[in-house]
Every structure is written in structure tokens, then in C-alpha cells.
């Protein structure tokens, strides 16, 4: 009987402590007991393996719980609230099998294949597929669009297309915004999915060269206007004079006014000397008038 006074006591002073934490939320330390997951978010372990000998059951949701907050340099699951999710993502086998024997209620409405890739758990997905594979859904297009979203997950991006999960039409796009080079290549050479202009434009944002060139010469796609006032934009001169040699195309009259919103006198003064688009007027003037920047006149 004292030692259980002694852990209520323990229990509402943490209780008392992650109210302030949370904004003054307030939890019953019978709840807490229920909801270990509470006092998990806030570390606090060892509080935790004592109300795990009053329910033996929680202590691996507590040790998962406490574990995933170390890994927070990765991107956290978008599924919350499912102790297996939290476990998929966390990457171990061991603790899903014992969930799976000891807290099956929580399975079926799990997405364990979505926070192993999303944690980059390629071992996690071949369980799930091996033993639990009505839990895999590849009718789900975000496997792919966030996946191709990581350069360095290009393995995982095969193994997930080739599984069978619904690939996005404009899955080239996609990688072309995240600069995914591996992913637009092997894509071209292995499937009917192909670049649009808007690949180009993503490359000229991030000043990528290497995906230009390749974007012209193997998909036979043509450099834009829009692509150049977009390199106006992002501010990449030396791209902005390249494409002027390279390409027939050349820019807007919206490119200088672009330059003068970013205050890029450079670009500005390129424009004026090597362009023959000009600026719109008045726009350009009302942009440099309500920027003050004289030098720009």
C-alpha cells in the first residue's frame, strides 16, 4: 500500500509537470496510467517503467515512445496515434512481433508500410509484405510523391515502384523539384513516364545545369521563356546567361521587373544590356519607387 501511495505521489507531480509543459493541459494521473504515451512524449523513462509494472503491457509503447523523440532528424510519420506506426517507424521488428502477439487490437487500422518508408525502413516494408501484407495498400500514390521528394532514397524508390504502388503522371516533375537526378534517369530508361516543361523550370529554380542539359538533349524538351524569367527570378545570373546563348527562346518583359522586385541591380543591368524584351514601364518604376532603391533609376 505505501508503495503505491509513494508512485500516485511520483505520478501526479509529473502529471503537474507536463501540464505546464503543455499549456496548462491537465491530465488525471489515473489517464496517465492509460495513456502512457503522455509522460513518454516528455521523457520521462524511468516514471515509465514503473507504471509499466502496474500494466506490463505498455512498456514497449512506452520504450517506442521514447525512443522515436532521439530520432527527430528524420522525417516523423504522418501517422500518429498507432503504436505500431510508432514502432514501423522507429524499425524494429522485434517490438512489431510482440505488439503483434501481446496488443493485436491495434493492427488492422495501422499503416505500418507508410512510416517505414517514411523513416527509410526498407526492411520494415518487406516484413509488412511478407506477414502482413493486407495492411499494404498500394493504390496509395504519396508511397511514390514523397519518397522521389529524397535524393538520397533512390533505392527505396525502386523498391517502392516495383512493388506495384500507383505512380503519380507527373512523378518526372516531381523529381525534377527535388533535383532527384538518379530518379528522373531511371524513370526515362525503365517506364513510359516522361519530364514536362515544368521539369525545366524546377532545374532553373535550383540553378541545376547538369539536369537542363540532360532534360534538352534525352527528352527533347525545349527551353522556355518561362524557364529563363524563372532563373531571373532565382537570381542565377550566370543560368540566365547561359540560356541566353543557348537558347532561341529568351525571356519576358515581366524578367526585368522580376529582378527589380529582388532588388538584383546585376540582373537588372544584364537585362538592360543583353536583352531586347525591355520592362514594363510603370510596373518597373512602381517597383523601384516603392523600394526606394535609387540606383536602380
Not at 151 to 180: E, H, Q
Request: proline letters at 2%; hydrophobic letters at 40%.
Amino acid at each position: 500500500m505505501f508503495m503505491i501511495m509513494m508512485l500516485n505521489k511520483l505520478i501526479f507531480k509529473y502529471v503537474v509537470d507536463i501540464s505546464s509543459i503543455n499549456g496548462r493541459l491537465h491530465y488525471k494521473w489515473d489517464r496517465v496510467t492509460i495513456l502512457p504515451e503522455v509522460l513518454a512524449a516528455h521523457g520521462y523513462i524511468d516514471q515509465l517503467k514503473s507504471i509499466s509494472a502496474i500494466e506490463p503491457n505498455l512498456s514497449i509503447t512506452i520504450a517506442i515512445q521514447c525512443k522515436l523523440k532521439e530520432h527527430s532528424d528524420q522525417p516523423r510519420s504522418e501517422i500518429d496515434g498507432n503504436v505500431f506506426n510508432e514502432v514501423a517507424y522507429y524499425g524494429d521488428i522485434g517490438i512489431i512481433k510482440w505488439l503483434a502477439e501481446n496488443r493485436s487490437e491495434d493492427l488492422a487500422s495501422s499503416d505500418m508500410f507508410y512510416s517505414g518508408f517514411a523513416a527509410n525502413h526498407q526492411h520494415i516494408l518487406e516484413y509488412v509484405l511478407f506477414l502482413h501484407n493486407n495492411l499494404f495498400d498500394q493504390s496509395k500514390p504519396q508511397y511514390i510523391s514523397s519518397t522521389i521528394k529524397y535524393p538520397n532514397r533512390f533505392t527505396l524508390f525502386k523498391f517502392i515502384y516495383g512493388v506495384g504502388c500507383v505512380c503519380p503522371d507527373n512523378v518526372m516533375d516531381l523529381a525534377a523539384m527535388s533535383s532527384n537526378f538518379d530518379a528522373m534517369k531511371w524513370l526515362h530508361s525503365n517506364t513510359t513516364h516522361r519530364s514536362t516543361s515544368k521539369s525545366l523550370n524546377f532545374a532553373a529554380q535550383a540553378n541545376r545545369f547538369y539536369i537542363i542539359t540532360w532534360l534538352k538533349e534525352s527528352c527533347n524538351l525545349n527551353y522556355t521563356v518561362e524557364m529563363m524569367d524563372t532563373a531571373v527570378g532565382a537570381g542565377h545570373i550566370e543560368l540566365v546567361k547561359w540560356l541566353n546563348v543557348n537558347s532561341t527562346e529568351g525571356c519576358s518583359v515581366a524578367a526585368m521587373n522580376i529582378a527589380a522586385i529582388n532588388s538584383n541591380l546585376e540582373m537588372v543591368n544584364w537585362l538592360k544590356e543583353n536583352r531586347t524584351e525591355g520592362h514594363s514601364h510603370g510596373q518597373i518604376l512602381d517597383v523601384v519607387a516603392s523600394a526606394g532603391d535609387v540606383a536602380m533609376l
